[in-house]
């Protein structure tokens, strides 16, 4: 979603008599930064009473996520005139609690579709893109959240799938379907499958192997504006529809560098190491979506 000068007109007019609730998405330029930061050093939220604003903005430079409490409406409006010209996005919000980005956007479909398909319509002004192997585009929002796009075309096919993580997250489908298997383990010498413990991320690699059997608990389908939570211990494996897009937010453990795969006996472990995507790729997969 662009901003026109109608779309300010009435963001501004809306910014008057803001409520607690109310939630605008748009998406900043990187040059905006280096100013933002310049005047957030003047503003005194301290002694000014009225609602604060949250500013969320995305930064292609650093993938981070960065939020600024603006004292009034004023100075936001101020900033509105001076500041964000058309084409630039970011995300406003309002509330009595403090608010994530994540949280805005799976409250509010509408500005996560524009929020996402700002950065789908340019893929390549934001990244680095990584291909996991799953056939999982991922672009690191903050460094808790990742955009996910999934395209099983370009998943490793050997990949071991069966897994857990090192964080509980939470998972919200913008688009497609996601079907989710959980699963209960029982350690046994004799058992069907293998447990290995992986070093995650780029290098990772395999560290130890146990045996144990698998079950089946659980199976859910996922659609568009559904989230779900799925605790670090919790073992899954995941199944999505080609461009199916998912925003996950992640809360770390003590240890975020180790997690476990599970594969039959008679199998040897396939890696699922992300790497970095090609352009081709990238554009490859965007393509798949209907954003």
């Known amino acids: 979603m662009c901003l026109d000068h109608s779309t300010l007109d009435s963001l501004k007019a809306v910014l008057k ?46 993938q981070q996520r960065a939020a600024w409490q603006f004292s009034n409406r004023e100075t936001l409006m101020k900033y509105l ?26 409250r509010n479909p509408a500005t996560a579709h524009a929020f996402i398909a700002n950065i789908i319509r340019s893929p390549h002004n934001y990244g680095p893109w990584s291909l996991q192997g799953f056939g999982m585009l991922r672009l690191y929002l903050t460094s808790e959240i990742r955009l996910h796009v999934w395209d099983n075309r370009f998943a ?7 897994h857990d993580h090192p964080w509980d997250f939470n998972s919200f489908v913008l688009t497609g379907q996601i079907i989710n298997h959980r699963y209960k383990k029982t350690m046994r010498p004799d058992g069907d499958f293998k447990e290995a413990v992986i070093k995650c991320g780029p290098g990772g690699c395999l560290v130890s192997t146990n045996r144990c059997d698998l079950e089946k608990v659980r199976t859910e389908t996922f659609g568009p504006g559904d989230d779900y939570i799925q605790l670090a211990e919790e073992i899954h494996s995941s199944h999505p529809d080609n461009g199916t897009i998912t925003i996950v937010e992640r809360q770390f453990k003590a240890d975020t560098e180790h997690a476990h795969v ?6 040897q472990w396939g890696s699922a190491e ?8 990238i554009e490859a997969i965007l393509a798949s979506t209907n954003l």
């Open 274 to 281: 992300p790497r970095r995507a090609t352009d081709r790729e």
């Open 81 to 106: 005139d001076d500041r964000i010209t058309e084409n630039d996005l970011l995300i406003i919000t309002a509330s009595n609690n403090q608010s994530t980005l994540f949280t805005t956007l799976k």
């Open 262 to 267: 599970y594969y039959p006996t008679w199998e």
């Open 156 to 162: 490793n096919k050997d990949a071991s799938i069966i």
């Open 17 to 62: 008599s803001i409520k607690p609730v109310p939630y605008r998405g748009f998406v900043v330029k990187p040059e905006v930064m280096e100013q933002l930061r310049r005047d957030v050093g003047a503003f005194n939220p301290t002694n000014d009473r009225t609602q604060p604003l949250g500013i969320w903005v995305y930064v292609k430079q650093n």
